[in-house]
């Protein structure tokens, strides 16, 4: 394969970070996903465009309450999915960095996930895990782009490749015990991604992950969606079922 210098460049990041994060290859397509968001929000909660985009994603919790986000999101997970072209603008956003890193030959997961995740609410954790713990294909990919500025306890967490190695050959070790337990035995070690709006994060879900309680002022917005070769080993997610 020959890649350019700015493509091998990925390629090196991506393996020794265990992620890359780079500017949105199609800024056109991230607008139209965030304005869709937005007015799908707008729709749902009987809103008037008054309020920026912005504004209105950031301090949304300002709008719905804890107990109804999970219904919140479900509806607007229904809605963008619905879109004729959502999967379409979001390939368009990564696609340079997916067929540099996977190729050109794609299956693309069938629904875009949201996570929404309020300040300081505990109801929308994801606790430290990977997912080819419960039997995803390693050769998956993960893009997470999200449509807020996310920073700090507003986004997510990775474990670099280093010290995966070391959690993963200590794993017996660890068996039984608690989720929380778990990251406290490597939150020194997690790296915080900082990906900004109009960047976009491509990360190897095989390396643990997750977030915590979201410490600051505003709300994250981020979807992730999973991309692999067609001719790679499928997991229990399989071809026209999930991708």
Same mark, same amino acid.
Not at 150 to 163: A, E, F, H, I
Not at 180 to 193: G, N, R
């Given at each position: 394969?020959?890649?350019?210098? /700015?493509?091998?460049?990925?390629?090196?990041?991506?393996?020794?970070?265990? /992620?890359?994060?780079?500017?949105?290859?199609?800024?056109?397509?991230?607008?139209?996903?965030?304005?869709?968001?937005?007015?799908?929000?707008?729709?749902?909660?009987?809103?008037?465009?008054?309020?920026?985009?912005?504004?209105?994603?950031?301090?949304?919790?300002?709008?719905?309450?804890?107990?109804?986000?999970?219904?919140?999101?479900?509806?607007?997970?229904?809605?963008?999915?619905?879109?004729?072209?959502?999967?379409?603008? /979001?390939?368009?956003?990564?696609?340079? /960095?997916?067929?540099?890193?996977?190729?050109?030959?794609?299956?693309?997961?069938?629904?875009?996930?949201? !996570?929404?995740?309020?300040?300081?609410?505990?109801?929308?954790?994801? *606790?430290?895990?990977?997912?080819?713990?419960?039997?995803?294909?390693?050769?998956?990919?993960?893009?997470?782009? *999200?449509?807020?500025?996310?920073?700090?306890?507003? !986004?997510?967490?990775?474990?670099? *490749?280093?010290?995966?190695?070391?959690?993963?050959?200590?794993?017996?070790?660890?068996?039984?015990?608690?989720?929380?337990?778990?990251?406290?035995?490597? !939150?020194?070690?997690?790296?915080?991604?900082?990906?900004?709006?109009?960047?976009?994060?491509?990360?190897?879900?095989?390396? *643990?992950?997750?977030?915590?309680?979201?410490?600051?002022?505003?709300?994250?917005?981020?979807?992730?969606?999973?991309?692999?070769?067609?001719?790679?080993?499928?997991?229990?997610?399989?071809?026209?079922?999930?991708?």
């Amino acid at each position: 394969m020959f890649l350019s210098e /700015y493509e091998q460049q990925v390629t090196d990041e991506y393996i020794r970070n265990g /992620y890359t994060i780079q500017k949105a290859a199609d800024l056109n397509s991230l607008d139209w996903i965030k304005e869709s968001i937005a007015n799908i929000v707008r729709n749902i909660l009987g809103l008037s465009k008054e309020k920026s985009s912005d504004i209105l994603l950031n301090q949304i919790h300002k709008k719905v309450s804890v107990s109804d986000l999970n219904s919140f999101r479900l509806k607007v997970i229904q809605s963008m999915n619905s879109l004729k072209d959502f999967r379409y603008h /979001y390939y368009k956003v990564a696609k340079p /960095y997916l067929e540099t890193l996977v190729g050109n030959e794609l299956s693309m997961q069938l629904r875009v996930n949201l !996570s929404i995740q309020f300040p300081k609410d505990d109801s929308s954790l994801l *606790p430290v895990h990977s997912d080819t713990w419960s039997g995803d294909s390693p050769y998956e990919i993960v893009v997470w782009l *999200p449509i807020v500025d996310c920073y700090k306890t507003k !986004s997510m967490y990775l474990l670099p *490749p280093n010290s995966s190695k070391k959690l993963i050959s200590d794993f017996k070790n660890q068996s039984g015990i608690s989720s929380e337990d778990l990251f406290q035995s490597i !939150s020194k070690d997690v790296q915080w991604l900082e990906v900004k709006y109009g960047e976009v994060l491509l990360f190897d879900q095989g390396y *643990p992950h997750g977030n915590r309680v979201n410490e600051e002022s505003d709300t994250r917005w981020s979807m992730n969606c999973r991309f692999k070769s067609v001719f790679t080993p499928y997991g229990d997610k399989k071809l026209g079922e999930f991708f």
